[in-house]
């Protein structure tokens, strides 16, 4: 089918403001709006976006497609186009455009610097845990640090999404020695934490569910 | 001009193990052209090969590797592979790796290919992922130094040494230079010169290339593996682990096939002679609509498929439209990895001072003519973290090299031009993406699973076609923050000098061993072949030498699954 993206463009050595720029490209459903950029980018090779593993495990093509934060790779062209041929693809809201669809990241990842985030091992450790246990890690554990949290949540002063995910995976290990302390010294009232915790698995492409929380 | 003692190149496994091992013994820093929790060591799924369990030893760990490499791995590069293993996954296991566990509350282990004993470590079906990112928290308790989306250009060589990388740091449009005493490539491999592969668009040989220009040895580049399980039309990878939890393979008579090609092993049996299978059936027109295979988890149950298999069931769902747990897969073999890359010893050195590799841009050789599942992320980190230890010594025990002002103009004025030059320079009628088209189509349709000697020489012909093509596009796009269309240019470079080394080794091994299977030679022969194909840059084109196996415990037999 013929789909027109409808992407946003900016270049900071030209532009004043962003502007957007159709593309015409041949699809079919099944393929994913990633592969739309690929057939966009040949139109015209200067256009950026980042892109890599192109099966949502290493979140490079974190984009906000009609509105939406998500992955291109993970949104069927189908999907897409359920409300028109037209798709619109802007860079991440919450984030600072640098060109095209590419957004700073560096304030993002120093953001996990909020909190602790690594494990600070208990010595007692002696490399048993339960299974039970050890599949409650698991979903916090599939967080690809793609920024979508943060597009789709927004971050007050209290509430950096990705770090909490980092905090809440690292306080459940029951080999680390800080457990919730890590959280409590993030200070983030009771009741946004709660909030965050429901709004997550919406937001999260990976749909990560933290149980059991504080 | 920048200075780190040593400079790591690449933000995957082997680097960031490698980095770790460098901090707080001597200055590390690592360059990556993305994001670290972006590479591709990340989608790995299956697991890391450790002989663990009470049952298991490093010894049958160690022959399993070897008969899976086609008695073409090197025995002592194996024996330390096997034998850091189990220290290195506790290791992991300290960092906080969530690894699934038994129900003993023990590290759990599954099964994959060619492998004797249930010896993989895996938490689900995101092994890679999990070990990437907990190494990533490490790197940031340590305070290493990353350069995020810088791009590795050159090895600055002075004095018969490695002194010093140019690099390109993507978002700022520049070029910078780094003084360092050692570089530890740790860059992945090239997956993208083939139209069907499993790997990233980031894999595009980088660091091979650049070491081979400088001078490095490239060795068994002929031998790349194609995963027997990639879905259809996309190639995105559905682990091995989906036959190590007990999938099946079936052909459209519905038949486990595997039967007929390995009838001990069945599904297995190591990925060379199940992608042989596979593409054997669709051959004899036993394939579904003349072109795949069907992989059945439907008997595993929704339950196991959901603990084990999650990751894969997203994949399936998502890019097939189908749910494993009630229909079969569509599924072709696919480019997955490379064997060969940069010759090091033991410790990930080169024959070039100053410069040392590790994870699958290096050649030790552990995998020999042939990969096992489970083998590839244990030596990212076995050899990642062997690397970083010896270059921490040797850097302590040395001075700066020196690095003229001469040496460093010389390097980077060609570069400076380029950065320079006006678009229009670029001849209109070509493009990157029409060169890269017609290198990707021409590998997987003649430098593939099966091979035959007039392809293979009329792919090295055409590459030299595409090479020439390749010199008169010029710059491809003036100087700006993020130019993509910069580095697809550069990454088509990379991935053509890498082609024509695979094609003309290819061309050049006249017998069948491991994932090098050619129709007109179709046995293996040792006393032809039993060495490793080495590739050196001469001034028209790559230059090969045979070298020698290394050989301590077991003597080449017949291979049999």
């Not at chain 1, 690809?144 to 002063?157: N, R, S, V």
């Not at chain 2, 994001?35 to 790995?44: D, K, M």
């Not at chain 2, 590839?376 to 970083?388: M, Y």
């Not at chain 2, 006249?510 to 129709?519: D, I, L, T």
Request: contains cysteine; hydrophobic residues 40%; aromatic residues 8%.
């Amino acid at each position: 089918m013929e789909v027109v993206l409808k992407i946003c463009r900016f270049d900071p050595k030209e532009d004043i403001l962003p502007f957007f720029q159709k593309f015409p490209v041949r699809m079919e459903g099944s393929q994913t709006v990633l592969d739309a950029l690929l057939l966009a980018w040949q139109q015209d090779p200067t256009l950026s976006f980042r892109r890599s593993c192109r099966s949502a495990i290493c979140g490079s093509c974190a984009v906000r497609i009609n509105g939406q934060p998500a992955l291109a790779c993970q949104t069927l062209i189908s999907k897409a186009t359920e409300n028109g041929d037209l798709i619109t693809i802007e860079p991440l809201p919450h984030f600072q455009q640098l060109k095209d669809l590419v957004v700073d990241l560096e304030p993002f990842f120093e953001s996990l610097r909020a909190t602790i985030p690594w494990l600070i091992l208990r010595e007692d450790y002696e490399g048993w845990m339960s299974p039970e246990v050890a599949h409650r890690l698991e979903s916090p554990a599939t967080c690809i640090l793609c920024g979508l949290c943060q597009a789709g949540l927004g971050e007050t002063e209290e509430i950096k999404p990705a770090t909490l995910v980092k905090a809440l995976r690292l306080s459940q290990d029951p080999r680390d020695a800080l457990g919730m302390h890590r959280i409590r010294l993030m200070q983030v009232p009771a009741e946004v934490l709660q909030l965050f915790l429901r709004r997550l698995p919406e937001k999260c492409p990976k749909g990560i569910k933290i149980t059991a929380a504080a | 001009m920048l200075m780190h003692e040593v400079l790591v190149v690449g933000g995957g496994l082997a680097g960031l193990m490698a980095a770790l091992n460098v901090s707080g013994r001597a200055d590390a820093a690592v360059l990556s052209k993305i994001y670290p929790t972006r590479s591709h060591s990340g989608a790995a799924q299956g697991g890391f090969n450790a002989a663990m369990a009470k049952d298991d030893s490093i010894e049958a760990h160690i022959f399993d590797t070897v008969k899976g490499s086609d008695y073409l791995g090197d025995q002592d590069a194996i024996e330390v592979l096997c034998s850091d293993g189990p220290e290195v996954i506790c290791e992991l296991d300290r960092m906080g790796v969530p690894w699934t566990r038994s129900t003993e509350g023990a590290i759990a282990q599954r099964s994959l290919g060619g492998a004797g004993f249930p010896r993989a470590c895996f938490a689900a079906d995101f092994s890679g992922h999990v070990v990437l990112h907990t190494l990533y928290e490490q790197i940031l308790k340590q305070g290493v130094r990353v350069y995020p989306e810088w791009h590795l250009l050159e090895l600055l060589m002075e004095g018969g040494r490695v002194s010093g990388a140019l690099v390109y740091d993507l978002p700022r449009a520049r070029l910078e230079v780094i003084r360092t005493k050692q570089i530890i490539l740790a860059t992945g491999g090239y997956g993208r010169a083939f139209a069907k592969t499993t790997n990233a668009h980031a894999n595009t040989g980088d660091g091979m290339a650049i070491a081979y220009r400088a001078g490095a040895v490239l060795s068994d580049m002929e031998f790349v593996q194609f995963h027997p399980t990639t879905l259809y039309g996309t190639n995105i990878l559905i682990s091995e682990a989906a036959r190590g939890e007990g999938g099946y393979l079936r052909n459209a008579r519905g038949d486990r096939f595997m039967a007929n090609y390995a009838p001990e092993k069945m599904e297995l049996a190591p990925r060379d002679v199940v992608s042989r299978a596979i593409f054997n059936e669709i051959k004899e027109g036993r394939g579904f609509e003349g072109h795949y295979v069907h992989l059945d988890l439907t008997h595993l149950g929704e339950a196991l498929i959901a603990e084990r298999l999650p990751q894969v069931r997203d994949l399936a769902i998502r890019y097939s439209g189908a749910d494993p747990a009630r229909l079969p897969i569509n599924i072709e073999p696919a480019q997955h990895y490379s064997m060969g890359g940069v010759r090091t010893d033991i410790w990930g050195m080169t024959p070039l001072p100053g410069l040392l590799a590790a994870g699958e841009v290096a050649n030790l050789s552990v995998h020999g003519a042939n990969r096992l599942g489970g083998n590839s992320l244990l030596e990212t980190v076995v050899f990642g973290r062997r690397a970083g230890r010896k270059v921490a010594e040797l850097a302590r025990e040395e001075t700066w090299p020196s690095l003229s002002e001469k040496t460093v103009k010389r390097y980077v004025d060609p570069w400076n031009a380029l950065l320079a030059a006006e678009p229009g320079r670029r001849a209109l009628d070509d493009s990157t993406f029409a060169i890269r088209r017609a290198m990707t189509t021409l590998m997987t349709n003649q430098v593939g699973v099966f091979r035959t000697g007039p392809e293979l020489q009329d792919a090295v012909d055409q590459l030299q076609q595409l090479k020439e093509r390749y010199q008169k596009l010029g710059a491809p796009i003036g100087r700006q923050p993020f130019n993509y269309a910069l580095m697809d240019y550069l990454e088509v470079g990379y991935l053509l000098d890498l082609s024509e080394i695979i094609a003309q080794g290819a061309a050049a091994r006249c017998e069948s061993r491991g994932a090098h299977y050619r129709m007109d030679f179709p046995q293996r022969d040792d006393q032809n072949w039993l060495h490793h194909t080495f590739a050196k840059r001469g001034k028209k084109g790559p230059e090969f030498s045979a070298g020698p196996v290394t050989i301590t415990s077991y003597e080449p037999q017949e291979r049999g699954y």
